[in-house]
Every structure is written in structure tokens, then in C-alpha cells.
């Protein structure tokens, strides 16, 4: 949802320890290679900002069906493919505004500085190749070839409607693996809740030379009062800060020319130790002048490392050569929404570095998705109780 979503390390527990080989190389007999690129390069190819997910969707179904599984594209435009609910992976189709010309380089200079991929690895370029059609495109290929549910979600870059929706109409799953770019070898455990509101004030208009503050005055005001109310400690880590952010502010005299009005767009991070109620009665407690109206907020989260699915993708990652990091970011993204009404284990995963969300270079390593499918598929296979 976010774009350059801060990752703060998450408390990691004791290592586990396995007997697996490491193996690097991403192979199924259900979706080959070929195959698992070409999906996500005509996912990426197929332009699908909020609202205008449908060509998208149906390219996701397509490739379902292709490989015989049931999928249907509900009435909020979610592509739904049932089928072993011990794990529901689930990832955004949306994308965020912005071209990008779509094509596959070998890695450069500037991507071996920025770790995006190693010397002369494939790179892909386009708009959503991070957030994030990639980890939505491993989630599809990886539901294929382990059995387990799929479901992709429409609005998350915006509203979220595709979650609400998809919460309000099917029961937990067993577990939850949420597609974000995490970094191949990263698992996010925590995300800081939301609350947007809109800031309104009006005054009579008059002469600059008076001193009585005006509607825009008061706007300014009140969200100084805001941002001092939130200062955070300066050695708070920011997943635990209150992050206030004024998006838009718009004001002048009205049109009679007997007004001023003034119209401020308001965003507000919650850390997991606070929640909406809090977080809203200290923003209305500095209102003197003016009225806010909130919109509904997303709940933070924070998530055990040690759950089963936590120690499973720890497990994972070394069998496939990494070594894991546990994330908790300072954005927010759907697995709130999942959090908050589903009692059972969750992560987020996904290939992509996020500093390169909503990015004008965005852009991922095709062996960071290719292994991160391998991840998801001996992430799968453990959950269901077969030989990762």
C-alpha cells in the first residue's frame, strides 16, 4: 500500500536446524520455468491501477484455468482459486499509477550497489514488478503446484475493498501467507495500522490586516497541535511512533467572497501498542475550530516469530540458501485487515526490494521470484504436512 515502507528488524527467536540440501534452482513439474516468467511478465505487461484491475484478473484466471483449477472473479473483481485451505496465499492486483516500459535487462551497476540482483542476473522493469505483482505471481504459481487456496485481491493501493470483501465472505483459513515484498530472504511479521481523516473549517472573510485567524490559520494550527501531540522520543524506534502526515491542504475565500475555507487531508501510522480510538481522541483533542471526519481505520498488527508458519519460512530460506530476517514495517497493507478478523498465523512474503515501491526505476531480479516461488513451495508443503 505504501511506497518506501520502512523495514525495522522484528525479535528473532532461536535458530532452527534442518538436514535439508540446499537447493537454488526453482523446478515443478505442475508450472515450469518458462512458464512461471511468462505469467509474471504478462501480468506485469497488463497495466491494472486500482479500479482497473479487470484485464489483470483475468490474465490470473487464465492461468489457473490452464492448469485446471477452479477460479471464479467474485463481485469486487477478486480472482478466487479454491482448494486445500490449510494455507491461503493472497496478494494485491493492483498497482499504483505510473508506465514504466516493461522489459528484461541483464543486471547493471546500479542494481549490484543496490542489491537489487547479482552481475548478469535477469532484471525486470515495470510497474508493479515489486508491489506487487511479483509476489503475486510466485502466490499463483506456487498455489498450482502445492494445491493450497488462492485468492487475488482488487483496491489494496487504495481502499482495500478486495480484503474487506474477502474477509466478510469466506471463513479463516488455516493460515495466512500475505504477498508483500519482503526481500527474498525477509518474512514481516508487523505492519503499523492507518487512520486517514478530513480536517474542515470556515471563517468570515476579511481584510489580511486583521488578526484574527482565519479558516486556513486554524487548519495549520490544529495540525501543529497534531504533529507536537505525536512528537516521538528521539530514540523510539519508528514502528513504534505515531507518524502524523498531512497529504493534501486547500483553502482560499469562497466564491461570494463572504468565506474562507479550508479543507486538510489527514494520515496517521498507529504503532501495536496504541489503536484507532486512542490515536483519534488525542488528534481531536487539540481541535478548537473546525470539525474531522474519520474514515475507518485499519488495526495495526504484530505477529508471534514463533508460530508454525513463522518457523516454517525460517526453515525455507536456509533449505534455499538464505538466511532469514524477520520484518515489521512501518506501512500497512492488507494483513491488517486479515489480522484483525481471522484468528489464525500469518506472515508476508514476497520477492522485490521495497525501497522500490511506487518507484520511477522499479524493477526485480527474476531469480529473487524464481526462488522465492521455491521458498513458498516448501513453505506449503511443511504446512501441510508433507516433506518440504
Given amino acids: 500500500m505504501d511506497a518506501n515502507e520502512t523495514d525495522e528488524a522484528a525479535t528473532a527467536p532461536a535458530d532452527e536446524t534442518d538436514g535439508s540440501e540446499t537447493s537454488t534452482d526453482f523446478e515443478s ?32 484466471a487464465d492461468f489457473f484455468e490452464s ?21 491461503l496465499l493472497t496478494s494485491h492486483v493492483d498497482t499504483v499509477p505510473g508506465e514504466i516500459p516493461v522489459r528484461v535487462e541483464s543486471a547493471s551497476d546500479e ?26 505471481a ?12 488462492f485468492v487475488g485481491v482488487v483496491g489494496e493501493e487504495t481502499d482495500s475493498r478486495g480484503a474487506r470483501h474477502l474477509v466478510a465472505d469466506r471463513e479463516a483459513p488455516g493460515a495466512v501467507i500475505n504477498g508483500e515484498p519482503s526481500g527474498v530472504d525477509g518474512i514481516t511479521l508487523g505492519y503499523r495500522g492507518f487512520l486517514a481523516g478530513t480536517y474542515v ?20 494550527r490544529w495540525w501543529s497541535a497534531v504533529e507536537d501531540a505525536f512528537e516521538p522520543d528521539d530514540y523510539e524506534p519508528v514502528f513504534e511512533q505515531v507518524t502524523a502526515k498531512p497529504v493534501s491542504l486547500e483553502g482560499g475565500t469562497t466564491e461570494d467572497g463572504l468565506s474562507v475555507e479550508a479543507t486538510l487531508e489527514a494520515q496517521l501510522r498507529i504503532p501495536p ?31 508471534s516469530p514463533r508460530t508454525e508458519i513463522a518457523r516454517a519460512f525460517r526453515v ?40 522500490l515501491d511506487h518507484a520511477p526505476d522499479e524493477r526485480l531480479s527474476l531469480a529473487d521470484y524464481e526462488r522465492s516461488i521455491a521458498v513458498l513451495e516448501r513453505v506449503g508443503n511443511m504446512l501441510r504436512g508433507e516433506d518440504a
Fill in 29 to 60: 513439474s505442475a508450472v515450469t520455468r518458462a512458464a512461471a516468467r511468462e505469467l509474471l511478465i504478462d501480468l506485469v505487461s497488463t497495466p491494472s491501477p486500482s479500479g482497473k484491475e479487470d484485464a489483470a484478473a483475468k490474465v490470473l
Fill in 67 to 87: 492448469h485446471d483449477r477452479e477460479v471464479w472473479i467474485d463481485e469486487v473483481g477478486n480472482v478466487r482459486a479454491p482448494a486445500d485451505d490449510a494455507v
Fill in 111 to 136: 542494481d549490484v550497489d543496490a542489491e537489487v540482483a547479482t552481475a548478469g542476473e535477469d532484471v525486470l522493469w515495470g510497474r508493479g514488478s515489486v508491489d506487487a505483482t511479483g509476489p503475486l
Fill in 138 to 149: 510466485a502466490m499463483a504459481v506456487a498455489a498450482v503446484t502445492t494445491g493450497l487456496s
Fill in 201 to 220: 473549517a470556515t471563517s468570515e472573510s476579511g481584510h489580511t490586516s486583521r488578526p484574527e485567524p482565519n479558516a486556513i490559520q486554524q487548519a495549520t
Fill in 273 to 303: 501498542s496504541l489503536d484507532a480510538d486512542s490515536v483519534r481522541e488525542t488528534a481531536e483533542a487539540a481541535l478548537e475550530v473546525g470539525t474531522v471526519s474519520w474514515k475507518e481505520p485499519i488495526p495495526p498488527v504484530m505477529e
Fill in 316 to 355: 525455507a530460506i536456509r533449505q534455499e540458501g538464505g538466511e532469514p530476517r524477520l520484518l515489521r514495517k512501518t506501512g500497512t497493507s492488507d494483513m491488517n485487515l486479515y489480522a484483525g478478523a481471522w484468528d489464525c498465523p500469518m506472515v508476508t512474503y514476497g520477492p522485490g526490494d521495497s525501497d
